[in-house]
């Protein structure tokens, strides 16, 4: 498939008084429903909405692995669960209402493989196979959006500037790649030189006020999966200087600038009253889209292994709350589980019955852990609305600084599930 292959239907992108109205509706439904996706059946026993919605409850709890697994397929790939055998309607009735509020079309479509062909190799060097199609699919959206006037392009946070110097490559101007890390210089330069493509480099942390110096008016700026508040300081220095096209799209929303909490950029996005934490930005960008079947037995195996010792500890203090573990080296996880629960207890000063059959209490871990997944197929089916919430509000703070804004995709979900592209030219 090349890039321009690309076609999500006949579905539109968001500009203009689209972009406010999709906010408030979409802000309507996740308020509504804040109870569903705030509450984490991971440290829960029982979840607030159950009372409310106990059948879907039951139901979810007695799912399979292998049903819970397919249901989440269905959700990651935007699919109706009216077809799926006994789906409750409550179910089937939010997740239709997600659909419809996340609906966007594609931004770009471009047809850029070919031209990127010649020097292909150079161009994609270093680049794995899944991230050079992001790269294709992201420069086909900017070739379109890019002004005629625009003399450089910046590549935020570029890392070893695979997208800046695609972009210099396809369309003959000169990009600045952006990025703290100098370890990265001569990569991103050999690359660049290979490629044909005119690129400098800049060691620099995006913070620094420095940054917003080196963009202009006549500047094109770029931006693929800039983490949580890296997107947020580029779309804000982007206004400030009235660059003249900016293109970006964010991933790992829950990771903030050290000491920061999530706060809506736009006013409207502030006045809405949604109250987001880091666990809400996470649940935004959970999708296991990408992950290998051994990353995720890797995952079930972690979540059977963190539940099976809260059980064992909450049994032995009576007591019906998670008890936090905290962040765990991955060997731990390839530890049996009466050693992994042995060796955490120890170093977490955790309190483990004095005696206690192993088997049992890792089947029980995993059934917890199943019930766990099962519920969550319910929060995840607002995973979608918040990730585009925290896009139209990026949007609304553009158009609230005088700018035109877009917002759309520019892949399909199988590339990369965060392929939310927000755009202003100006």
Same mark, same amino acid.
């Given at each position: 498939m090349q890039a321009g292959d690309y076609n999500p239907?006949?579905?539109?992108?968001?500009?203009?008084?689209?972009?406010?109205? +999709?906010?408030?509706?979409?802000?309507?439904?996740?308020?509504?429903?804040?109870?569903?996706?705030q509450s984490r059946p991971f440290i829960l026993e029982e979840l607030p909405w159950e009372e409310e919605f106990g059948g879907l409850a039951s139901w979810l709890r007695r799912l399979e692995e292998s049903q819970v697994d397919q249901l989440s397929i269905e959700i990651m790939n935007g699919r109706s669960l009216s077809d799926f055998p006994g789906a409750?309607? !409550?179910?089937?009735?939010?997740?239709?209402?997600?659909?419809?509020?996340?609906?966007?079309?594609?931004?770009?479509?471009?047809?850029?493989?070919?031209?990127?062909?010649? +020097?292909?190799? !150079?161009? +994609?060097?270093?680049?794995?196979? /899944?991230?050079?199609?992001?790269v294709e699919y992201f420069a086909a959206a900017v070739?379109?959006?890019?002004?005629?006037?625009?003399? +450089?392009?910046?590549?935020?946070?570029?890392?070893?500037?695979?997208?800046? /110097?695609?972009?210099?490559?396809?369309?003959?101007?000169?990009?600045?790649?952006? !990025?703290?890390?100098?370890?990265? /210089?001569?990569?991103?330069?050999?690359?660049?030189?290979?490629?044909?493509?005119?690129?400098?480099?800049?060691?620099?942390?995006?913070?620094?006020?420095?940054?917003?110096?080196?963009?202009?008016e006549d500047t094109?700026?770029?931006?693929?999966?800039?983490?949580?508040?890296?997107?947020?300081?580029?779309?804000?220095?982007?206004?400030?200087?009235?660059? /003249?096209?900016?293109?970006?799209?964010?991933?790992?929303?829950?990771?903030?600038? !050290?000491g920061s909490s999530y706060r809506p950029l736009s006013a409207r996005g502030r006045e809405a009253g949604l109250e987001i934490d880091r666990h809400g930005l996470r649940l935004a960008c959970q999708d296991e889209w990408v992950a290998s079947p051994r990353e995720r037995g890797s995952r079930r195996r972690e979540l059977a292994w963190r539940l099976g010792l809260d059980l064992l500890v909450r049994s032995e203090k009576s007591t019906h709350r998670y008890t936090t573990q905290g962040a765990l080296p991955r060997r731990y996880f390839d530890l049996s589980f009466g050693d992994f629960c042995r060796r955490v207890s120890a170093e977490a000063s955790l309190e483990l019955p004095a005696s206690w059959d192993e088997t049992l209490a890792e089947r029980a871990g995993r059934e917890r852990a199943l019930q766990a997944r099962g519920l969550g197929i319910f929060r995840s089916i607002f995973r979608r609305p918040l990730e585009v919430w925290i896009a139209l509000d990026r949007a609304l703070f553009i158009e609230e600084a005088g700018r035109p804004a877009r917002v759309g995709t520019f892949c399909p979900p199988s590339v990369t599930p965060r392929n939310l592209l927000i755009s202003s030219v100006s």
């Open positions: 239907g006949d579905v539109s992108t968001l500009e203009g008084a689209a972009v406010a109205d +999709r906010f408030t509706e979409l802000t309507g439904f996740l308020t509504s429903a804040s109870e569903i996706w409750p309607r !409550e179910l089937v009735r939010f997740q239709d209402e997600a659909r419809s509020l996340t609906a966007l079309g594609a931004v770009g479509g471009a047809e850029v493989s070919a031209a990127l062909l010649p +020097r292909q190799g !150079e161009l +994609r060097r270093s680049v794995p196979g /899944r991230k050079w199609r992001q070739m379109e959006l890019l002004p005629d006037d625009v003399v +450089r392009v910046i590549d935020w946070c570029a890392g070893k500037g695979c997208l800046g /110097r695609t972009v210099s490559f396809l369309s003959g101007l000169p990009a600045l790649l952006l !990025e703290r890390r100098e370890t990265l /210089r001569e990569q991103a330069l050999e690359a660049a030189a290979k490629s044909g493509a005119n690129c400098s480099f800049t060691p620099l942390d995006v913070f620094d006020d420095q940054a917003a110096l080196l963009l202009g094109a700026v770029v931006g693929l999966h800039a983490c949580g508040s890296l997107t947020d300081e580029l779309i804000e220095k982007c206004v400030s200087r009235k660059v /003249r096209s900016l293109a970006v799209s964010s991933c790992c929303y829950n990771k903030l600038r !050290e």
